[in-house]
């Protein structure tokens, strides 16, 4: 996966991550009470629009209200997992079951400008690799240029599941939320495509 973005969900006063997901979607971090205070939450998510996660979450691309949003249906959780069980439970006490209040979302304007000027233009390269005594190698096998980057294909991109959003928290930082993409589907942003080797 390659990192397209750090970008925060809208509506942006509201923190969303520290003062939504984190405290009231959150659970408890793997170190807790080890390397980690014990009292300390986790927010992980990897989500994407094809499914939801074993935790109801799921990416919508709504055109209707030019967003891109993140959605919760505890129907949707994976309630064979226990751990899946105790969490929702935890979430029924603290905030209950309904949709995330506010609801995260990423406006296509922003979105749009945000990302198109990082990823305007591009060289993509494949390239094999090989270690030898402890350094690396590399034999290049293609090479393409690639320029024109379409938002209406990110917004595809997002539907079919090679762009993700990572939410990546813990009650102690905020790594961050990234827009990230499968390295192969570099070339569906691009409206032109030129292969030089």
Known sequence: MITLKHIEPSPQAAKIVANILLPKYGWPHKEAGKKYPRGEKSF????????????????????????????????????????????????KERVGLGKLEPEPYWGFNDLERTI???????????????IESRKEYFKYEKLFILSGFSFNNFLKCIEDGSVLIDFDARTGHNHGTKFRL????????????DKVI
């Not at 992980?44 to 055109?63: L, N, W, Y």
């Not at 990823?119 to 390269?125: D, H, I, L, R, S």
């Open 44 to 91: 992980r998510s990897t989500t994407g629009a094809t499914e939801f996660t074993k935790r109801g979450f799921k990416i919508v691309v709504d055109r209707k209200e030019n967003k891109v949003k993140f959605v919760f249906d505890s129907y949707k959780a994976d309630i064979k997992d226990n751990e899946v069980i105790f969490w929702l439970n935890s979430v």
């Open 116 to 130: 198109g000027e990082k990823a305007k233009n591009c060289f993509y390269v494949i390239a094999d690799t090989r």
């Open 182 to 193: 499968r390295q192969d589907s570099i070339p569906k942003l691009y409206s032109k495509i």
